[in-house]
């Protein structure tokens, strides 16, 4: 079920807002004629829909009308896919004039609800959108189209010795422009920051249909307003990229990580700064799991990945990565803080281990990036991915377990498990709880808003990396203040006076 938009802060808003959004009633339902009208701008392969005369069987919409958990049930009775960016103005356009709401979707891999219709919206899917348009191997700019799968761009630039500036889990089936509209974060964020950094221009069709051409390949262009940072996880409200161009950085010569075992969660942060300190310039990654989460990895055959009996009673665990020049000093580094590590008169680590092959390096990975799938296998997650001080991952972990026990929600018939994983580096914990029998209004109750006020009395954000989407739209509240919240209104009010771009998702309805 969708999260409900609280109503008190609904009217709240709807006191303050000059520039009110017109909600869902002012949307229509496609009909016959405006399926007629689609079959002029697409291949009758490119349009599904459960209307006459196309009738497809609601199975053939599932892909575009269930999220990636489980979680979020769209009501959309027609997906376009469309090849072209002139096809995707000519729809928009169209739309714009029936005022029929649109959701823009890629890989349909996040996490937040945000690319499923909540209610009558088509499903306009880029996935069809998916040729490389340029690679320059001299600066390493690429340039594609939105619907390329991450995987695939970086196979594409691998042969040029590059890659893609982000990697996550989902790589096999997330698409750039799903990636740019959420402005995913992912694994090598430590190293190459953002993509409000790494984006260097962008195809936008706007909610009436004008293409904004902003796919530029400069590094440095200070020609005024630079809006092709408004789309980069506007999660689809401003408009819909279909081209995207994109800083990709030299493939590191050597690759090197350890997997590493800690007595107590408050070792994490003296960890942090002394591999920092050893390893300077070539740390690339440093991630965490806590051993609710690692424990899961195991029984879901992530593993062993360090000799049970050393790793005996350790709390949690940390993923290191080295990205560097020359493997040998890059070894000899590592090994050297292994060594200072495990001899340490009072070690802040039990073991640790190094990884010796291509195939060991990736199995180490492979325990922190299929710990989202192994969730899936266990139940229904619901999934908080917060900015918090580094200092409070445990701390928030522990507050959550607590609650759930005070209420009584925790076990088989509730809540089974409370595991944090994240990005330490980057301040991300990804705090999951589990729900082994699906989700039930009274365990979100339990979760909502207790999280995002203790998010909020650290300071922090309620959405690191994977955006709001329809799950945290009346969440946004506890990361931004009403001033902030007004203008993004505004900006949206600007560029979608209708608001039929991705309706409901981001800025709480008014
Ligand atoms: P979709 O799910 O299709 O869409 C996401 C949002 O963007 C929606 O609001 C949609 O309307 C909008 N959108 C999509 N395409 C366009 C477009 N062309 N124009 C305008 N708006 C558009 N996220 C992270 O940040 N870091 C991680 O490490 C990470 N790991 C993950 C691991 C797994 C196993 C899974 C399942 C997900 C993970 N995610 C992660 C979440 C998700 O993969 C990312 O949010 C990803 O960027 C979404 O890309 P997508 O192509 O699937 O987008
Ligand atoms: C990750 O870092 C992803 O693995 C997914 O952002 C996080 O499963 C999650 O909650
Ligand atoms: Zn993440």
Redesign the pocket.
């Known amino acids: 079920m969708f999260s409900l938009v609280r109503g008190s802060v609904c009217a709240h808003l709807a006191r303050r807002h000059a520039h009110s959004i017109p909600s869902f009633t002012h949307l229509n339902a496609v009909t016959h004629d405006d399926l007629a009208h689609f079959a002029k701008i697409l291949p009758p392969n490119a349009i599904l829909s459960t209307l006459p005369p196309n009738l497809n069987s609601a199975d053939d919409l599932v892909p575009y009308n269930v ?3 489980g979680k979020y049930h769209g009501q959309a009775t027609t997906v376009l896919r469309p090849r072209t960016t002139q096809q995707v103005s000519d729809i928009v356009k169209f739309c714009a004039s029936r005022r029929i709401g649109i ?9 937040v609800g ?2 499923i219709s909540l209610q009558k919206e088509i499903v306009l899917s ?1 996935g069809a959108m998916n040729s490389v348009r340029s690679f320059d191997p001299v600066s390493g700019v690429l340039a594609a189209d ?2 390329c799968i991450l995987e695939s761009l970086s196979d594409y630039i691998a042969r040029y010795n590059h890659i893609m500036p982000l990697d ?3 790589k096999g ?10 402005n ?4 090598r964020f430590l190293r190459y920051g953002s993509l409000h950094g790494t984006v260097l221009g962008l195809e ?1 069709v706007l909610p009436d249909g004008t293409v904004l051409d902003q796919l530029s390949t400069l590094r440095k262009d200070n020609t005024g307003y630079d809006l092709k940072q408004l ?1 980069i996880g ?3 409200t401003l ?4 081209g995207v161009s994109i800083l990709t950085p030299p493939a590191p010569r050597a690759s090197n990580n350890i997997f590493l075992a800690l007595p107590h969660f408050k070792n994490v942060l003296p960890l942090f700064q002394t591999v920092k300190r050893q390893l300077g310039e070539i740390l690339s990654a440093f991630e965490y799991i806590d051993r609710t989460a690692y424990d899961m990895g195991l029984e879901h055959g992530l593993g062993p990945i360090l000799n049970p009996d050393e790793v005996g009673d350790a709390q949690c665990f940390v993923l290191a990565e080295t990205s560097g020049g020359n493997h040998d000093h890059d070894s000899e580094k590592l090994n050297n803080l292994l060594e200072s590590l495990m001899s340490a008169d009072e070690p802040l680590i039990y073991t640790g281990t190094l990884s010796q092959s291509p195939g060991q390096f990736a199995s180490l990975w492979a325990l922190r ?1 299929g710990l ?2 192994c969730l899936q296998k266990e139940g229904k997650p619901y999934k908080y991915d917060l900015s918090v001080p580094l200092a409070e991952f445990q701390n928030v972990v522990d507050a959550v377990r607590a609650r759930l026990i005070s209420k009584g929600l925790y076990g088989d018939h509730g809540i089974t498990k409370v595991m944090g994983y994240g ?1 330490v580096g980057d301040g991300n914990l990804h705090l999951n709880a589990i729900a082994k029998y699906g989700y039930r209004p009274e365990l979100e109750a339990a979760l909502e808003p207790f999280i995002y006020e203790l998010v909020a009395s650290h300071k922090g954000s309620v959405s690191a ?3 709001i ?1 329809s799950m945290k739209t009346s969440a946004l509240r506890y990361s931004k203040n009403d001033v902030s919240i007004e203008w993004m209104r505004k900006i949206k009010h600007v560029f979608d006076p209708l608001n039929i771009m ?1 309706p409901g ?1 981001v800025l709480p309805s008014v």
Request: net charge negative; proline share 2%; with cysteine.
């Open positions: 999220d990636w958990m959701v823009p979707q890629c890989g349909n891999t996040g996490l945000g690319s880029l939105a619907g996550l889990g989902a089936s997330c698409q750039i422009g799903g990636n740019i509209s959420t995913a974060g992912g694994l936008v789309f506007a999660e689809g408009g819909v990229i279909t990036e989202t799938e990005h990396e994977h955006g989407g991705n998702k």
